[in-house]
């Protein structure tokens, strides 16, 4: 199955840390960007960071900046979203997608439906 499987989420207290995980199954990740998706309960889905493969180039969203950092690992065929300094408000299901790698740029995080193969997320809980 294609897909992308996210993992790493817990429940922490603010200010600290997790480091997720999105690693692709049954296809491999080069020449696809990625991006990380955020759904609070209620609410639509937000951009939160993006990467590319070309040329590495990465992408936040401004509530996440100085906090979150994106990579890649290509020869393990995974992309990770460290998240430091965390806050209740980033509580969430997390989700990525991949991306053709031209679309990757601050545009994308406001476009969920250009992303595709999300897996089932990982739940991130921080509390106050």
């Known amino acids: 199955q294609v897909q992308l499987v996210e993992s790493g989420g817990g429940l922490v207290q603010a200010g600290d840390s997790l480091r997720l995980s999105c690693a692709a199954s049954g296809f491999t990740l080069d020449y696809y960007g990625v991006a990380w998706f955020r759904q609070a309960p209620g609410k639509e889905h937000e951009g939160v960071s993006c990467?590319?493969?070309?040329?590495?180039?990465?992408y936040y969203a401004d509530s996440v900046k100085g906090r979150f950092t994106i990579s890649r690992d290509n020869a393990k065929n995974t992309v990770y979203l460290q998240m430091n300094s965390l806050k209740p408000e980033d509580t969430g299901v997390y989700y990525c997608g991949a991306a053709g790698d031209d679309f990757i740029g601050p545009s994308l995080l406001a476009r969920w439906d250009h992303t595709f193969y999300w897996g089932q997320g990982t739940q991130v809980t921080v509390s106050s």
């Open positions: 990467i590319s493969f070309s040329d590495e180039r990465t």
